[in-house]
């Protein structure tokens, strides 16, 4: 069972487990193989949880879906004109915009296919998705309204009035007490060496992707997740998590990420699935996400992680200047940030921050601070180079939208790209934001070094500052270069 519960409670969803329901098996428009066509455009270089979720249970009621992960395999015609729903997963701001392109296409190739958008950003986008692009959008624990749409569809019955299931005439708040009740099925998914793998010292093996958890019990004004899940988290059983990574392991994975948006908001459970994954795989190790707040919160798991195999920690730390991180309402500070390294430190476990430098209240020194930071803690090889270039986006829904004084830096909604335009009141920042954009994806190209780019993007923020030969400064430590997925994160 999957429940939406409060931290306190987390642990005991592991006691109360129901049964899927099984219904009618299809056997009408939707029963023929491939009448049900999943779509994934990206999910951050991972084979997509997001398929194997609704797979799952699909193949449990009976249908034969067909799903195409276009990050690594093509989207074939006969796929398309052979599908009666199609359901385009969109878990991110970049998987959207293909999502919607894709869309595009079925619309094109098969006018009378059922487009359906799931995802953490269908809801969110609801309007222009259904206006422009497809017929439904479902958001939240995606699984149950999925199926429902499905078998409403085989049977010939309208889709309006579904749980979770938003259309054009009658919208439909995400559900969230219940997610999917079996493992992910990744039969048929291609296989985990398409995808991003853990390169340490120079080394890459095939890493897997679980999630322990989904939504969030914090309520940061910029994330996506907070207009969805409200403060609400989603359990997913233990035994549901390891028999996923079991099936990934015996796939060829030796390394597991967690995705779940932040692996201690259910201490205990991620405690315990990471303690029985090693137990079972001794030599496996794992990365999660945890905030800079739960670091400190909860510093005494981190020698026993680093002794379970966490190999790192993604930490968003988003910006430095305190008044960036209340705007945010991120529930840390820079003196924070500081103090989450050092516990990530002594547990000797690297910190990959993310970042969150392009906002409308950083200031071009805030930049050059960070930079600083980043540079005399030698942690240049810790972030991703993207990391420096990810600017604010804000999608309908978002909890910045009612924030007081909104509409000194708010401009209208960009619909076809899915969030509100905004300049920053120093048109050097946006200057600059295309600059470091520029340089990033040159790095990219040449296959740079982290290191190399940094020093690159050193350069163009200290030109733009007017302080073209600030010099470099010495790190006061020498770190190890930290292992890495070998993709890069975009949101
Ligand atoms: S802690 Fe992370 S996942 Fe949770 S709301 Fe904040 S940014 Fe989102």
Known sequence: MVATVTTTSVDAVEDAREAPSVGTPPRGRLAAPGA?????????????????GPLAELRRAGFAPVAVDTAVEDLGEDAVRAARLVAISVPMHTALRLGARVAARVRSLNP?????????????????LL???????ISGEVVAPLLALARALDRGEGFEGIPGVGTARVPAAPVLGRGGTLVPDRAGLPPLRSYAGLERDGVIVPAGYVEATRGCHHTCRHCPITPIYGGRLTVVPRETVLADARAQVAAGARHITFGDPDFLNGPAHALRIARALHEEFPGLTFDATVKVEHVLQHRRVFPELAAL????VVSAVESLSDEVLLRLAKGHTREDVVAALDVL??????????????????????????????AERDLSGHVDPVM???????????????????????????????????????????????????????ATVRDESQPATFVRIWDAAHRAAGHPE????????????PPRLTESWFC
């Open 470 to 481: 600030s010099p470099f400064p010495s790190p006061s430590v020498n770190r190890r270069p």
């Open 388 to 442: 420096l270039a990810i600017r604010l986006l804000v999608p309908p829904g978002s909890a910045l939208l009612s924030e007081p004084g909104a509409d000194a830096w708010l401009g209208d909604l960009d619909a076809e790209r899915f969030t509100y335009r905004w300049a920053h009141p120093d048109p050097r920042m946006d200057a600059l934001h295309a600059e470091v954009s520029a340089i990033v994806e040159g």
């Open 112 to 128: 009378a296919a059922h487009v359906c958008f799931y995802g953490l950003y269908a809801t969110l986008n609801a309007d222009h």
């Open 345 to 374: 430190d002594s547990a000797g476990i690297p910190m990959r921050p993310s970042l969150l430098p392009f906002t409308p209240w950083e200031t071009l020194d805030g930049y050059l601070d960070l930079l600083r930071f980043v």
């Open 131 to 137: 206006r422009e692009h497809g017929d439904s959008a």
């Open 309 to 312: 195999g966490c190999a790192f």
């Open 36 to 52: 049900v066509l999943l779509v994934s455009c990206y999910e951050l270089g991972h084979q997509p949880l997001s398929l194997a």
